[in-house]
């Protein structure tokens, strides 16, 4: 069955990306990559992602154009984007109506939900995020874009540390009150 699961990293208050979409304060991290939280280990399971059309933006600014990633993408927007390559494919509505073909397109590996807070609370919303799997780091922003926006019980399943970094894993449960 195909699990959909949320990795990303988070700061201690909560936000992806601070009022810019600024990931400066991520990117100044230490991070062992084969440590707790391996985004190698993380990326073997994975047979397509989805993203909002701000990250999927992020990405190509800060990549230089170049498209690094070879799994099938899935791009939710409402702007007339052009994909960078022949994996991408761009989506607008709700995530239920791609449910099939997102699905297909993981075969018998996850989805990996990339980002942003309200596209994953969108999918939590419809039944389609399975985890949370997120890096805490020690920092904290004031304002920005939320990990998640929305209110969610979750269930903490693991939990580690990677240099500064809480990595921890969670299960959605259900909306806010389903415990």
């Known amino acids: 069955m195909t699990r959909y699961r949320y990795n990303t990293a988070t700061t201690l208050d909560g936000f992806l990306a601070d009022d810019a979409d600024s990931l400066d304060w991520l990117l100044k991290q230490e991070f062992d990559e084969h440590g707790p939280g391996s985004f190698e280990a993380f990326m073997a399971g994975v047979g397509t992602q989805v993203m909002g ?100 019980d979750l269930r903490l399943e693991e939990s580690d540390r990677n240099h500064e970094f809480l990595v921890a894993r969670y299960a959605v449960v259900g909306p806010l009150g389903t415990r």
């Open 53 to 152: 059309a701000t990250t999927y933006e992020w990405i190509l600014d800060h990549e230089k154009g170049a498209w690094t990633y070879t799994a099938p993408t899935f791009v939710f927007t409402h702007r007339d984007l052009e994909p960078a390559n022949e994996t991408i494919t761009m989506v607008a509505g709700a995530p239920a109506e791609h449910r099939a073909a997102i699905e297909a397109a993981a075969g018998d590996k996850d989805v990996w939900m990339v980002g942003g807070g309200d596209l994953a609370a969108s999918f939590a919303a419809a039944g389609m995020l399975d985890e949370i799997l997120v890096g805490v780091a020690p920092v904290t922003l004031g304002s920005g874009r939320p990990l998640l926006g929305g209110a969610y």
